[in-house]
């Protein structure tokens, strides 16, 4: 009895210090060693830093592949990042898909900087789980203590606010804070705040992008593009705010509604006779990854009327890269039902044309950067 009263305590202990999933240190423990270090940086005068670890677009390998599929790959993250940093430091989750890592007794900023480095460099490095071949990128705030707070309520919110920023800035990379950054933060709360209640009020509308045949100068395509008119800031850049609605979860009733408006617009030029191409819509990864994407697809097509011939969706190279096989599944299906598909953006990612020949392509995109120069540069 006396035995398994104290492996009880002992399991009980663990657990209230430990994350059940992956070993690491949970909130408290690190909470508590964050005290500690942060008194004697004070005692002793040196530099602490803390790095706030967020893995870009987790979740949509969470709803996808499933949670199973998704621990295993949050072990996988724990692992290779407890294997970067000293032993003297410490890595913590907590919870879901953020992180946090403690470095001790640095001597400089730069020091802090070489530990984000390494860690984006090894967490991007693929992973096999069961038969899924992943790919994951993390981006990383970073405050320094004592410039960027003396507490650690302080130090972990100005790393959060850092996070966020590397998110918008294109994310896989890493940010130290400032105070602008505060400020910043505050921005993306208004403009999130903003935008859940801009569908409602028909803030969000797709304008039409002409698709031109250069041999005849005909109109054979139009593409759609969602924007948003705000009532106070006037039109809102979608670089601004189509990151904020993908992390938010927003993107996907904004999307949906682009599509179904789109759908209905090409329907309406198809009877007038003004019009009798496809119709362009671009898809967010965050809509592409959902369980019901085709079944959304396929309930604008039947709401609207239009032919799904007529219909071709556009996807980035990285949304279809990710999760292949899943991926595979859905364009396959989609190109059954006679709907086109493109890949975005070509040529800015990992893909390549050997391997997209597995997938069922319409039409591919160049990025832009390749043709930019095409008339002043022989190399373009």
């Known amino acids: 009895d006396i035995t398994q009263r104290k492996e009880s305590q002992e399991r009980i202990e663990y657990l209230a210090h430990y994350d059940l999933l992956t070993g690491l240190p949970n909130r408290a423990l690190f909470t508590d060693r964050m005290r500690i270090a942060i008194e004697n940086a004070s005692r002793y005068s040196f530099r602490l830093a803390l790095l706030f670890v967020d893995l870009d677009r987790f979740k949509l390998i969470n709803d996808s592949l499933g949670h199973e599929l998704g621990d295993k790959l949050l072990k996988a993250v724990a692992e290779r990042m407890q294997s970067t940093v000293r032993q003297a430091d410490t890595v913590s989750r907590l919870g879901g898909d953020e992180f946090v890592v403690l470095l001790g007794r640095i001597h400089a900023a730069t020091d802090a900087a070489r530990v984000a480095e390494k860690l984006i460099a090894v967490l991007s490095q693929p992973y096999q789980i069961e038969q899924h071949e992943l790919l994951l990128t993390a981006s990383i705030g970073i405050s320094i203590y004592p410039d960027s707070g003396r507490d650690a309520s302080s130090l972990m919110r100005n790393a959060d606010v850092s996070m966020y920023s590397a998110k918008g800035h294109g994310r896989n990379r890493y940010q130290f804070y400032s105070e602008d950054l505060t400020s910043g933060a505050a921005e993306r709360l208004s403009l999130e705040h903003d935008l859940r209640s801009a569908l409602a009020r028909d803030e969000i509308f797709p304008v039409y992008q002409p698709q031109l045949e250069l041999a005849t100068g005909r109109v054979v395509g139009v593409e759609a593009l969602m924007r948003w008119k705000h009532p106070e800031r006037g039109l809102v ?144």
């Not at 709907?339 to 800015?348: E, R, V």
Request: proline share 3%; aromatic share 8%; glycine share 6%.
């Open 237 to 380: 850049s979608p670089a601004s705010f189509i990151p904020v609605a993908e992390d938010s979860g927003l993107i996907l009733s904004l999307g949906e509604h682009i599509l179904r408006e789109s759908c209905l617009q090409a329907r309406q030029w198809h009877e007038q006779q003004e019009f009798e191409g496809t119709i362009a819509v671009n898809v967010s990864a965050v809509q592409f990854r959902q369980n019901d994407f085709t079944d959304v697809v396929l309930r604008a097509l039947a709401d609207s009327g239009l032919s799904p011939e007529c219909l071709e969706l556009e996807l980035t190279e990285s949304v279809v890269m990710h999760g292949v096989e899943s991926a595979t599944q859905k364009m396959c299906f989609l190109e059954s039902q006679g709907i086109k598909l493109a890949i975005d953006d070509f040529g800015t990612g990992y893909s390549s044309l050997s391997y997209l020949r597995q997938f069922a392509i319409d039409r591919l995109k160049i990025d832009q950067s390749f043709v930019r120069d095409l008339p002043e540069d022989t190399d373009a």
